[in-house]
């Protein structure tokens, strides 16, 4: 479950147009830019796609994307306009078969699999048929398409990560109760994520988180929730996570920790989360490794991409840090360049003549990024 291409324009003819064009995808990708390059845009387009296929966000003002997709070894072609709030236009092919197809005013048609026949329907001005004609037995593409909508996560790496988010005792009691709760989807709020998961998949979780965070630089040897009263003296009664050091002998509450530390637990909880799901998911990470030094950023990296490789995460990550584009092999290189509103994207797919040369020249990545050697004989492959 990948995606593989995505275009988006929003605002077509006007002064605030901004636009993406065949924007292509690996399982690891990062993607770096001059400020104002678009890469955090990008990342935040691609979310929002995402929502919108998921069912929880509404119609743009303005705004098309057309994607592709592979799903178990399918390719789903997925197009969308909106205009005024709502839908110009809709379509959904798999391998080139069309599957659904939705005009201005709402009608449309959609393939019913077990009639193995089209049927017409109207929707809605604003109701996306993707998400509303979901039909576990007559559409399941559809369901295929949400599932991995659901599965796109975005974390802004300089933000603080949930540090100041706890969870109150009536939602712990409701969410321990519940055999099988589900996996909150809101990334700030770690406890409840850190939670949920645990009672899942027990000590196994904890023995992970542990592993990743001594790869970070952080040796514990235990991590959990408890009651913050149990912890600090605190007027607050509520459940927060914490670790305790290898060379401490005490339990330390988030709101204790380090911000570098605190990034470096909520990326190994929510890595480890994705990972034992089995569901392949497709993580975002903006602005990768902001406020951690080399080593930690470096090590981060790592992590990312080894938990890409071998739990079939799709990772895509935005940097303009030449520490991080030199310790990223170019071959996951993805380079935004905007005239105006418009954004192009340069990687090995569309200018592998340059990758590929500039590999025997002996300078360092960055170099690559900062020469604008990338943009030479565009597309020549």
């Known amino acids: 479950m990948s995606l593989i291409k995505l275009s988006y324009s929003e605002y077509d003819g006007q002064n605030r147009h901004w636009e993406v064009s065949d924007a292509t995808f690996s399982d690891i990708n990062l993607i770096v830019g001059k400020n104002s390059s678009g890469k955090s845009r990008l990342l935040s387009v691609i979310n929002s796609f995402a929502k919108i296929l998921a069912g929880q966000q509404k119609p743009f003002e303005s705004g098309k994307f057309s994607a592709t997709i592979n799903l178990s070894g399918r390719e789903f072609a997925y197009d969308i306009a909106f205009e005024n709030g709502a839908i110009d236009s809709e379509k959904l092919l798999v391998n080139d078969d069309e599957k659904l197809v939705r005009h201005k005013d709402g009608s449309g048609k959609i393939y019913y699999d077990l009639e193995a026949k089209f049927l017409d329907f109207k929707l809605p001005p604003d109701a996306i048929a993707a998400v509303n004609r979901r039909d ?16 796109v996560i975005i974390y802004l790496f300089g933000s603080d990560f949930g540090k100041g988010f706890v969870m109150g ?14 996996l909150f989807d809101d990334p700030n709020k770690l406890v409840g ?8 998949y027990g000590d196994e979780l ?6 990743d965070m ?25 459940i927060c996570l914490f670790t305790q050091e290898e060379d401490l002998g005490f339990k330390n509450p988030q709101m204790y920790m380090s911000q570098g530390m605190f990034r470096a637990l909520a990326l190994a909880i ?9 569901n392949k998911h497709l993580i975002l990470v903006d602005d990768i490794g902001e406020g951690l030094d080399y080593e930690r950023s470096v090590a981060i990296i790592d992590l990312l991409i080894s938990k890409a490789q071998n739990h079939a995460l799709q990772i895509v990550m935005t940097s303009n840090d030449r520490f991080v584009m030199n310790k990223v092999p170019l071959s996951y290189w993805s380079v935004l360049k905007r005239t105006g509103g418009d954004v192009v994207m340069f990687n090995e797919r569309n200018s592998k003549k340059q990758f590929d ?25």
């Open 136 to 151: 576990e037995k007559q559409h399941p593409y559809l369901i295929e398409l949400h599932t991995w909508a659901s599965g």
């Open 169 to 182: 005792l009536t939602e712990a009691e409701s969410l321990f109760r519940n055999p099988n709760p589900q």
């Open 193 to 200: 994520i850190y939670s949920s998961a645990y009672a899942r």
């Open 206 to 211: 904890n023995l992970a988180i542990i592993a």
């Open 214 to 238: 001594k790869t970070l630089g952080y040796s514990l040897n235990a991590v959990g929730t408890e009651n913050i009263q149990e912890m600090i003296k605190s007027p607050v009664s509520a």
């Open 270 to 278: 929510h890595l480890n989360v994705c990972s034992f799901s089995k």
């Open 357 to 381: 040369n500039f590999k025997f020249i002996g300078l360092n990545n960055f170099d690559f990024f900062a020469s604008d050697y990338f943009t030479s004989e565009i597309g020549d492959v």
